[in-house]
């Protein structure tokens, strides 16, 4: 027996669960369906339960519960927006430590992909939130045919006959666990715990950190996107259904108030709340104090750094709470403290 | 004599002005001092005039006016900030046209780069529009040791022994025209004028239209970067003095409401205010008009397509405005209409 | 038996409950106390069920849950904030349906109020969801010892001897509802549900309307402020515990979607969100389609008016969500339709 | 030859010019008409000079310049927005000084007022700056009869044949100064040198006071309003010409940063910007520092007590900036230090 870092994952902190060395992954199997999905992320009982180091093979409903097959559906035909896959209950992760979800595989389970224009929605029109005297799009649907061959959706106009193809880079809209302080939220809601951040970065070679609020986190999985333009402006992706393999593992005693990404070139953080400007502000603070508290730089230092090649990625502006990554590519950085 | 367009010039419009055939375009050159330089985006004499087609030659100093020369200086010094070399005066630019400005080549003008941290500037710390009950970060200058054989900026952190390469990317941080309504605005000032847009897209082989809201366009030029972060965070960049070359035409009749860029892959749009959720309202509402209007995609087409493959970069967040650039890859619109 | 109006209850829409005729109003006691007390606005089993028209007598813990006692005592001694009283059910109230909530008295229930300066909270300075790299204010306890005499609190300086007379207009910072979609949010938050909106409209006088989200409503207060500044700049109010009478009713089939206030001269809308430059869009499109419907005004006229004798009062800008109310004087209103 | 304080000034600092006892104020009439208007706060010749204690006796257009006269009329009408009377030179004032402006009076210079939607502002429907994919509101032109002897306004609605009367409470809405750092900003914007503030404080019983940017501060009046809601939420107040006096003077070496306004009963601050977050943080950290300087509360006690007794008045949402007032009453400050 040895203790060993998890197979690939690129911790920020020190991975303490132990693995039986040379022994492949355990990996568990979990199909999701339209009768087993969440609308919360909230703490209920799991699905199924993982340990450290395992893998877990599902499969994920797109944003809508599959209810749009063709044309002529209508969104009045969804159960619930962004059905969610789980919760899945991780061993030994307790309040306080962070829980690390490596994603290893993902691929487009179906093919077809879906747009829409949905009342209340937006970047760029009236919404719930930013109400206008001014009438909303009206409902609108897009069907993207998927091509596994060429890895491509293909867009077609509704309006003319012009159609594009574009490549598919899939990721989880949702990936988040259970909320701290017994709050239970929608999944359409981004926010410290994850959640619906629809953030591209949550796709294959990247590990996402999320702060574990509740015995054993209760990871939760959903709305697939093929596809997305920064923003998701009009309010969706390319929705798509997903099959995917995450390995999760756990960092015992270093606690994180947001979630994190990283990958063999860059760390990453997460704001997610609202107006963008707030965004902003918690992801890049986020960011100084990894870099702080990790690499060993001042936070003067950071800041400075960071204004010369920090990078931002805006993921979206039309959920509850908007979300952006702020970055830094690791050949910059120090090497990193022990 | 015949019309043609511009050499290399990708125009959103009709470039209508007649250059003679086979004649190498004609260079301007100027040469801008601490002593003929302008701190405001206005309607004064102008230092030169271009005719459409003409190059322009010329050198921008750095935002302290080259004041700031070795450790122990300090922001005291400064004259004012963000000199700017201009304004030229373009012939035949009449208000209600646009003005081109294709960036033809950009060199860092010295040996060395400056940041720094400033009272009142800075997404992460109080500043004048977004003051606290909190200590502004001290003033501290980061010097940057230019390599032009390896085209890197060396940063050099202050509070440890850590130093690292970046590569150099020059851009014009600030690049504008007269504002309308006979307004004057300071050189910090980004808005519907550019002016400090802090744009990395103002390098070289992009072209970025302006309205034209005085005859002559007026143009200006300043606040050379030879690398950024997103966001320009601590509130400087690498900090240097530019040569620079230029080419400007003229788009007769075509007027727009806010800056673009373009170039061969792209076409890009600022929304330069405050929040950020307006930079990114105006943005993607003006990029949506510009493909509706050029390329002939329904408007709801538009917003479904920019859904899917609309990218946003946001420049700064640290100026009296922010400022966010829209942009779309021309493999996937439709054939520009003639 | 008869039909008629709750006494005094001054609804938007019809209130289709009979009571009893000539019969007194039925009164519920509840007694709160630290053990009873809820941390969320959720669908949990109730304290007491009430029908409409019944008081209900009750009483709520101050913010800290009455853990702040003298100088000396810190927040590290709170259990929770903003323990709620409640819920309590009310019959016949649906899905869809209005609860109405006129509160008849509220006393300071004790003999001093508490104000402080708590890590994370705060207008101007750095908060968890507006962080800066600045260092956050100290922790501070004011102590405001209560006349009940002349009704009043007294601010007494820390860092002086200044001390003034303020006078007390008490209210209920918390006053809610379980939030639709089966979500769970914390104590300190405001949004469509109601919840911590710190709303001085929730004092005595005035009739709260919330929508319905689950089948008994489910009543939630807390947070008694005895008074507050526009803002609740620094966090907290002159928070204290408070004896309440309110009485209920509900209005069937009648579903708004965000909470509003209403007395004998005015009518009042909620915006319950981040910015505020939304808060006020909510609040404000509210306020208009209120008017268009229950008084008959077209939407533009309503606007326009608005733009003349409307009101805003900022209840504050430091919990998770910003609060804005919006109101008109009925004597400004067109007669309202039958 | 004696000195003394202005008579009825109400100054936060010392004010030094001296008048000739006993002398009655001089008074200088300045008529303002279509011919003679200014639409930028800027540094141009001033139409007329007054010394402090001088008393100016003057009349704005309305913001249409009184174009706008009968049903029928249309904003296409209009020569400029806001035309603004002056400037006018005040003796003595130089940059670093205050200037302080007490309104004395101010009448409705006509028979009728103007209330308009025009395309591009208002509060809840799409404007330039947060323009959406949805159509802007129609232009419509509200007018309003005054009635001297009731001093009244009647609103009579467009789309049915409602009419209420509303009580006239007439102030400038532009009132300023030529901004620093030699710019020249249009006449509806609002900002550090006051401008198109909208705020119903500008009325009389108030002093407001300016920072001096220029040699005889170069005062301007215009765009009255005889009443207004709060946020202007259409674009528009019940826009009228009037007639005007007020007196200024001039508090030497005492500098401020944003526009305070003073009565008998409380001070108040200004912030004007956007969005109204930030407009809130600075009205509110401008009045801290105003009571910590001049009435010597320590910062924090300030912020506590703000945050039991502030007051917050949302002016307007609808111009380029944002403005918000703070205030506290008198009765709750500290004896002010001499």
Chains 1, 2, 3, 4 share one sequence.
Request: glycine share 10%; with cysteine; net charge negative.
């Amino acid at each position: 027996m040895k203790t060993y870092l998890v197979a690939g994952l690129v911790a920020f902190g020190v991975v303490t669960q132990t693995l039986a060395q040379g022994a492949p992954p355990n990996v568990v199997n979990y199909q999701a369906t339209i009768n087993n999905v969440k609308y919360l992320f909230a703490s209920v009982p799991p699905v199924a339960r993982l340990k450290p180091g395992d893998i877990l093979d599902t499969n994920t409903l797109d944003c809508f519960g599959n209810a749009i097959q063709k044309p002529g559906d209508t969104l009045s035909m969804i159960k619930g927006d962004n059905p969610l896959t789980g919760p899945f209950y991780i061993e030994g992760a307790e309040p306080g430590d962070t829980l690390a979800v490596k994603i290893l595989d993902l691929q487009v389970d179906g093919d077809q992909g879906i747009g829409a224009l949905a009342p209340g929605f937006g970047a760029i029109n009236p919404t719930s939130y930013t109400p206008m005297l001014a009438p909303a799009p009206p409902e609108k649907i897009w069907f993207y045919p998927i091509d596994h061959a060429t890895n491509t959706a293909t867009f077609q106009a509704l309006d003319s006959k012009f159609s594009v193809k574009i490549p598919l880079r899939p990721f989880f809209g949702c990936i988040g666990v259970a909320p701290a302080g017994s709050e239970a939220r929608g999944s359409i809601v981004p926010a410290e715990f994850g959640g619906n951040m629809d953030s591209p970065e949550a796709s294959v070679g990247n590990t996402v950190y999320f702060p574990v609020n509740v015995p054993g986190a209760l990871l939760y999985l959903g709305d697939g996107h093929a596809a997305m333009g920064d923003g998701e402006i009009a309010g969706t992706a390319v929705e798509v259904p997903l099959r995917g393999r995450v390995q999760v593992s756990v960092i015992k005693g270093q606690k994180i108030n947001w979630p994190r990404f990283e990958n063999d070139d860059a760390i990453m953080t997460v704001g997610a709340y609202r107006p963008l400007d707030d965004c902003l502000r918690i992801a890049y603070t986020e960011l100084v104090s990894w870099i702080h508290q990790d690499y060993g730089l001042s936070e003067l230092d950071t800041y400075e750094l960071l204004s010369e090649v920090g990078r931002v990625h805006l993921n979206e502006m039309v959920d509850p709470n908007y979300v952006v990554v702020a970055s830094i590519q690791k050949k910059y950085l120090p090497e990193k403290k022990k």
